[in-house]
Structures are given as structure tokens and as C-alpha cells.
């Protein structure tokens, strides 16, 4: 739940950032919501780099304006803005214990000793590091690390946090815990999120809403689930998650369902609901693996169904892919979930199978 009037807390209008003719960000215009952990997300030279930079006053855009709580960023340095940013290396400086580095900010404002003392305890609480106060950076996990970095961010209390790649320096294994754990503590707090990451896994865990972005432009808004359910584009749908994107071309249109035809299946692809697009429209028909069932017996239904061969299979551990060549050439992917022990050892390479998916498991593409 949001606060009322935290719409638009923090508003980006048509910023544009230019380097020696080269378009970084190209008329960027979001709206982000008061206690909010928004997640930029794209490929590297994408812009979100440049565009968390020109929040945190280390870049000035071109052209447009940032607005943060009502007040106007334009032209203010770093130090002058209600933001602190968290720096993929957490920048901890080394020969200070892990209290004087939470304390570091609070001194730079010349807050009395005392409130220090109480301002860092309250930090060291909050990430629960009170044992290891008076540790330096080197004594520390990576994990222990980036909550003393978040610790040092969070201690001024500032309107907008900005974390850049902010597991980029952790193992798997540990960025998988420690995601939970930062938007816990972030949520603890209240302060609003800026977090720029290549990781899909990591915006789609740790934010309530994500900006896809490619070549200096904002491809898609929403929550997770809508990015990955619902992507608007035929780049939303290939850059999230694993997709079969199969080139189509509208042959019925009804209001009640679509048919397509496509020359990579051999029978006619059937949508049980209406679609904006025309009878002969080139579109491309996006379906996640995990949508399609696979076996060796042909499934009843009518529609929406391809036989080909195993030609390769990925385990995962929790599930495994098959990559299946149909008779048209074109190669599709199905998950099998492993509810079982060795409950794939059913089918292998070379074995014929049938792949099939439901009437609204996939999405229709138009651009």
C-alpha cells in the first residue's frame, strides 16, 4: 500500500543525455511512487547506468527534468540532494571499523556525538551487524559487507536510495539470500528504491516494479509478473526468461479467438480470445517453456499441439528443458518439472514426443 499522494514521488520528464553526439537516454519520462523499489533493468549500454548516475547528480541529462518530493534536481550537486547511492563495491573505507563507516555521513554534517552514537546503533540493529561493530571491512563477509554499505546509505535517512548491481560482488548462492534480505530492510525503512541490474532474477525478486530498457529507452513498465506474462514487445518477451517465439501470420480473426498460421508449425496455432490486430497481420506468437506439456502420447486436444524429436535436454535440478525438432525444422522448448526422482528417464535424446499448450498460454506480438 502507498502513501496518499506518493504518486509521482520521484518524476523523470523527458530526460535526454547526449555524450559527444551519442544517445544515452533518449526522452526518458517515469513516474515512481513513495516507497517504492523500482528496478531499471536492461543488457549492458542500455542506459540505466547513465540515468541512475544522472539521479545521483553524477550526470546532468541534456535535456529534461528530475523531480524528487516536489523539489526540482536539476543542477544540484551530489551532495546537496536528499540521495545516497550504494556503489556496486560497496566502497567501504578500509581502515575504518564497520561503526565509522555508518558514522562517516553523519560526522560530514556535523550531527552531534551523541545522536551519532544513536543514529549508528539504530543502523546496526536494522542489519543486524550490533556483534561486529568494530570490525574492519577485511574481517567481514561479502554479504556482511553490503549490509554495512546499505547500513552507511540508509544512516542520513535520505528521500531516495539508489543501489547500483547491488549483489554484482556476491556468489550465487549468497545474492539469492541476501536479495530477501535487502528488500526487507529497505521495506523496514521506507525509503524509496532506485536499483539498476542486468540480473532478471534479481529485479524480478527483489522490486515492485520494473523499467526494461534497450538502447536508451524504456520498452515496458509494470510489476514482474505483468513483464513476464504480458510483455508488450517481441524484445520484452526474449530479454525476460526463456521464450518459443514463433513468426506467425493472423488467419482468422474473431472476436471470440484467433487462429495463426506459421510455416514453423504444421498445424494452425489457436488463441481462445480476441486480439487488436487484422486477418493477415505478420505477428509473432510468444510462449514460455514452462507453459508447454510433453510426452510420448498424443495429447486429445485439437489445436495447439507439434510431434518432433529430442534433440537435446537441459538439467536443471527442480526441472529439465527439451529442445524438440519438429518436422518444419524449427526447434521448440518444453519444461518438464522433476517432482520425482529421475521421473524424466521416461524420455531421451532421439525419442519422438508430442509437445502441446493451452488457448491462452502464449501472447501475440505486433511489434
Not at 524484445?235 to 487462429?259: K, L, R, Y
Not at 510468444?286 to 495429447?299: F, Q, S, T
Request: charged share 20%.
Amino acid at each position: 500500500m502507498h502513501l496518499p499522494g506518493a504518486e509521482g514521488y520521484l518524476r523523470i520528464e523527458n530526460v535526454r543525455k547526449e555524450f559527444d553526439g551519442f544517445v544515452a537516454l533518449d526522452e526518458i519520462t517515469l513516474s515512481i511512487r513513495k516507497g517504492e523499489i523500482f528496478a531499471l533493468l536492461g543488457g549492458s549500454g542500455c542506459g540505466k547506468s547513465t540515468l541512475l548516475r544522472c539521479l545521483g547528480g553524477f550526470e546532468h541529462p541534456t535535456a529534461g527534468h528530475i523531480f524528487l518530493d516536489g523539489q526540482a534536481l536539476n543542477g544540484l550537486p551530489p551532495y546537496e540532494r536528499p540521495i545516497n547511492m550504494m556503489f556496486q563495491s560497496y566502497a567501504l573505507f578500509p581502515h575504518m571499523t564497520v561503526e565509522q563507516n555508518i558514522a562517516f555521513g553523519l560526522k560530514q554534517d556535523r550531527m552531534s556525538r551523541a545522536d551519532i552514537a544513536r543514529r549508528v546503533e539504530e543502523m546496526l540493529a536494522l542489519v543486524q551487524l550490533n556483534k561486529l561493530a568494530r570490525r574492519k571491512p577485511h574481517q567481514l563477509s561479502g554479504g556482511q559487507q553490503q549490509r554495512v554499505a546499505l547500513a552507511r546509505s540508509l544512516a542520513k535517512g535520505p528521500k531516495l536510495l539508489l543501489l547500483d548491481e547491488p549483489m554484482g560482488a556476491l556468489d550465487k548462492k549468497l545474492r539469492t539470500l541476501m536479495q530477501l534480505e535487502l528488500v526487507s530492510i529497505i521495506e523496514k525503512t521506507g525509503v524509496t528504491c532506485v536499483m539498476v541490474t542486468h540480473d532478471q532474477e534479481e529485479a524480478m525478486t527483489m522490486a515492485t516494479r520494473i523499467a526494461l530498457m534497450d538502447a536508451g529507452r524504456i520498452r515496458q513498465v509494470g510489476p514482474p509478473d505483468e513483464i513476464y506474462e504480458q510483455p508488450a514487445t517481441r524484445f520484452a518477451a526474449s530479454f525476460v526468461g526463456s521464450v518459443n517465439m514463433i513468426d506467425a501470420v493472423i488467419d482468422q480473426d474473431e472476436p471470440e479467438f484467433v487462429t495463426l498460421r506459421s510455416p514453423q508449425l504444421e498445424t494452425a496455432i489457436y488463441i481462445g480470445h480476441g486480439i487488436s490486430g487484422f486477418e493477415g497481420q505478420q505477428v509473432s506468437f510468444a510462449v514460455r517453456p514452462e507453459k508447454l506439456g510433453i510426452g510420448k502420447d498424443e495429447p486429445a486436444q485439437a489445436h495447439n499441439k507439434a510431434r518432433g524429436v529430442i534433440e537435446d535436454i537441459a538439467y536443471f535440478g527442480s526441472h529439465s528443458v527439451y529442445h524438440v525438432k519438429l518436422a518444419t525444422g524449427f526447434t521448440i522448448m518444453a519444461n518438464f518439472a522433476n517432482v520425482q526422482r529421475w521421473a524424466s528417464e521416461g524420455m531421451t535424446w532421439g525419442d519422438t514426443v508430442w509437445v502441446w499448450w493451452g488457448d491462452n498460454d502464449g501472447v501475440v506480438l505486433t511489434q
